[in-house]
C-alpha cells in the first residue's frame, strides 16, 4: 500500500487555510450585503454664486466653496438647512451652530447672527432641544426622532463664540444651561440621550457628554459676562461635578460609553474599554477646551482607530463596518489637529477633503469603499467645519 501521509500532512494545512479564506470571504460579503455601498444622493446646489475668496491660502477654493454652499443652504429667516435634498433638508441645532461659530470666526457676524436668530426663536422653554426643525415655521416634524440633549452644548458654545447680542439670547442661555444642570444624575452624569449618531441610545455616551462640557464651560462665561453672578456660580457647580464625572466614567481614553477598567500587561497598568473609540472626543480639546497632553495622545489614539482604508474617518468602532468615511469626523479631526498645533495632520485631514469633493465642488456627508463621493453634497456641518480648520490655522480660536 502506498504511503502518502506526507502529502497529506502538506494539503492539511493549506485545506485549512483555504477553508478559513473561504469563511472570511462569506463574512465579508455578508457585512457588504448588509452595508451596501453609499452613492452620491445629489451633486451640489443648482446655480449657487461663489463669493470672493476670504483666505490666501492652499485651501482658498475649499473655502470658498464650502461658504457657497453655506449661503445656499441658510434661508433668508437665518435656518440653516442640513442639506438640501429629503431628509437633510431640515435644521439641526448641531449643524446650524457649527455654521453660526464658522461664519463669526471668519468675521462674517451679521450672517451668524441670523442663524443665531433662528434658534433664539425656536428654542424649548423647557427641556431638551429637539432633534430637527422646520426651516420654513420652526414647527417639529412628527417623525418620531426623540429630542436631543446635546443641543443645549452646542448652542451654549456658538453663542459664546460669537460674543455678540449676548444680552438678546440670554433666555436661550439660560434655559439651555439650566436644562443640562437638570439632567445631571446623582452620579454627575446626564440622562441617556440620542446624539449626533441619531439612534436611540440606553446609557450615556460621549457624544452628548462631551458638548455639555463645552455648553456648561460657554454659558458660565457668558452669565460672568451679563452680570449674572448667581448662574454663574450654579453652572461652574454643575460643570466641576461633570467634568469630574467625565473623567471618573470615562477616562483615560474617553470612548463612547462608560469605560470599564481593564488589566493589562501588568498589575496596576489599565486601559479604559466602554463602547469603543468614538469621533466626538475631539470635542473635549481645543478649540472647545483648554489643551491637554495627555487627552491630546487619546484623541491621536482615536483617529488611528477610526482611519478608514480609503483615508478618512468613521465615526466610531461601533458604527458600520463598511469602510465607509464620514466627512464631518474626519472634519473633526482635522480642526482638533488645527487648534492643538499639529498643522501636519490638519492639512493632511484637509488635501484628503479637498480631494475627495464631487464634480461641483460640494463637500459630501461620506467617501465610500470606492474612494468615490457619497450621501448628500454639500452637508453644512462639514462645510463649517472646514471653514473653523482654515481659521484655526491662520491663528487660535478662542474656548471658552
Known amino acids: 500500500m502506498r504511503d502518502d501521509s506526507a502529502r497529506r500532512v502538506r494539503w492539511f494545512p493549506a ?6 479564506l473561504a469563511i472570511l470571504a462569506s463574512a465579508t460579503i455578508s457585512n457588504l450585503d448588509r452595508n451596501p455601498q453609499p452613492r452620491l444622493v445629489a451633486d451640489g446646489i443648482p446655480g449657487r454664486p461663489l463669493p470672493p475668496a476670504t483666505t490666501s491660502t492652499p485651501y482658498a477654493e475649499l473655502v470658498r466653496h464650502a461658504l457657497a454652499d453655506l449661503d445656499a443652504l441658510t434661508m433668508p429667516n437665518g435656518a440653516t438647512l442640513a442639506g438640501n435634498d429629503g431628509p437633510w433638508r431640515y435644521v439641526w441645532p448641531r449643524d446650524a451652530s457649527f455654521v453660526a461659530a464658522a461664519r ?10 441670523r442663524i443665531l436668530s433662528f434658534l433664539d426663536r425656536v428654542h424649548p422653554s423647557a427641556g431638551r432641544w429637539e432633534a430637527r426643525y422646520f426651516a420654513e415655521t420652526g414647527g417639529v416634524p412628527a417623525d418620531g426622532r426623540e429630542p436631543q440633549l446635546d443641543g443645549s ?15 438678546q439670547y440670554w433666555p436661550m442661555v439660560k434655559e439651555s444651561a439650566d436644562q443640562i444642570v437638570a439632567e445631571l444624575g446623582a452620579n454627575g452624569l446626564p440622562a441617556p440621550s ?5 439612534r436611540a441610545e440606553s446609557e450615556v455616551t460621549l457624544g452628548t457628554v462631551a458638548p455639555l462640557l463645552t455648553g456648561l464651560r460657554a454659558g458660565v462665561a457668558i452669565a460672568r459676562k451679563l452680570d449674572h453672578t448667581a448662574d454663574a456660580d450654579r453652572w461652574q457647580t454643575a460643570f466641576d461635578r461633570l467634568s469630574k464625572a467625565t473623567t471618573r466614567h470615562f477616562g483615560p481614553d474617553y470612548p463612547r460609553t462608560p469605560a470599564s477598567a481593564v488589566s493589562v500587561l501588568e498589575p496596576g497598568m489599565t486601559i479604559g474599554i466602554g463602547g469603543g473609540a468614538d469621533a466626538i472626543i475631539t470635542i473635549l480639546g481645543p478649540p472647545f477646551a483648554p489643551a491637554d497632553a495627555d487627552l491630546d495622545r487619546a484623541i491621536d489614539r482615536t483617529r488611528k482607530v477610526l482611519t478608514q482604508p480609503n483615508g478618512g474617518v468613521t465615526p466610531g468602532e461601533q458604527w458600520r463596518a463598511d469602510g465607509v468615511a ?8 482635522a480642526l482638533s489637529a488645527a487648534a492643538r498645533g499639529d498643522r501636519t495632520t490638519a492639512e493632511q485631514l484637509l488635501t484628503w477633503l479637498d480631494t475627495h469633493r464631487t464634480a461641483s465642488g460640494a463637500l459630501p456627508e461620506k467617501v465610500n469603499r470606492n474612494v468615490e463621493p457619497a450621501g448628500e453634497a454639500p452637508l453644512g456641518w462639514t462645510s463649517a467645519l472646514v471653514v473653523l480648520t482654515v481659521a484655526a490655522l491662520d491663528r487660535p480660536l478662542a474656548h471658552p
Not at 463669526?104 to 451668524?112: K, M, P, T
Not at 452644548?153 to 444680552?167: I, K, Y
Not at 440620542?194 to 441619531?198: A, C, G, K, N, T
Open 15 to 20: 485545506a485549512v487555510i483555504a477553508a478559513l
Open 104 to 113: 463669526c470666526a471668519i468675521g462674517q457676524y451679521d450672517e451668524a447672527g
Open 153 to 167: 452644548g452646542w448652542v451654549l458654545w456658538a453663542t459664546w463664540f460669537c460674543g455678540r447680542d449676548l444680552s
Open 194 to 198: 440620542p446624539d449626533y449618531w441619531e
Open 326 to 333: 464620514w466627512t464631518p469626523q474626519t472634519a473633526l479631526f
